[in-house]
């Protein structure tokens, strides 16, 4: 069964320095990976997503993250962050065929200091 | 870009009494929806697959009697919780993947509907 764990529940950072976010997954297959954002009491936005080709992958919002089979990471990350990429991150994996149900990790909640 | 819409975004009922909340592909079709739970400062957990004109595929661990899913055109599923108690407050939130067109296969969510349960 797939699995997703992300090992920070909270990261604390100051606006303008770097940031990256944790994402390990166990999949038996080739896996389809996500990294969503969720702020206070709304739905879900994808940020960005993976399931071929270059292992680095370009989001919205100056994301990236990068795909490491052999480490079966998949970590989220931004060069200078801004007051409003405060939320909450999520990634996931699912199968690239078939239902395509989406496992979730636990989140990660980012607070940006001024 | 594609829109999924859940109705309503809050909703506040009474113990026993049943609430229902509508997902809505609003420009594109979806054969298939997911419905999700979220408990605060959780995760989602996925708790039942949306086949339009079929049955629902629950997980495990959830109560089909509880959760009643209706999946009756390509554009819509509902969500009716039966009887909700107050343990049934939550973040209910849906997904849908485009069945056709340009974003085949890929995954809408709605912006959730908060269940209360006085």
């Known amino acids: 069964a797939q699995s997703v764990t992300q090992p920070d529940i909270h990261i604390t950072v100051s606006e303008g320095a770097s940031l990256e976010l944790r994402c390990n997954y166990s999949?038996?297959?080739?896996?389809?990976l996500f990294w969503y954002v969720q702020s206070p009491g709304q739905g879900l936005q994808l940020l960005l997503k993976?399931?071929?080709?270059?292992?680095l992958v370009q989001g919205i919002k100056g994301f990236e993250a990068e795909f490491k089979r052999s480490q079966s990471s998949f970590n989220l990350r931004k060069p200078s962050v801004h007051w409003s990429d405060a939320a909450e991150y999520f990634c996931a994996v699912g199968a690239l065929q078939g239902a395509q149900k989406l496992v979730f990790g636990q989140g990660t909640r980012l607070t940006i200091n001024p | 870009g594609a829109v999924v819409s859940q109705h309503p975004s809050r909703v506040i009922c009474k113990s026993g009494t049943s609430v229902k909340i509508e997902c809505r592909s609003l420009?594109?079709?979806?054969?298939?929806m997911f419905w999700y739970r979220q408990f605060p400062k959780q995760s989602l957990m996925l708790m039942a697959t949306?086949?339009?004109?079929?049955?629902?595929?629950?997980e495990q661990g959830v109560e089909k009697d509880k959760f009643l899913i209706n999946h009756a055109s390509l554009t819509l599923s509902t969500l009716t919780v039966t009887s909700a108690h107050p343990e049934d407050s939550s973040f209910y939130i849906c997904?849908?993947?485009?069945?056709?067109?340009?974003?085949?296969?890929?995954?809408?969510f709605g912006e959730g509907s908060r269940l209360t349960v006085l």
């Open positions: 949306s086949n339009e004109g079929s049955k629902a595929t629950y």
């Open positions: 420009d594109f079709q979806a054969t298939t």
């Open positions: 997904s849908a993947r485009e069945t056709s067109g340009k974003r085949t296969g890929e995954l809408f």
């Open positions: 993976y399931f071929s080709g270059d292992t």
């Open positions: 999949y038996g297959a080739t896996p389809y």
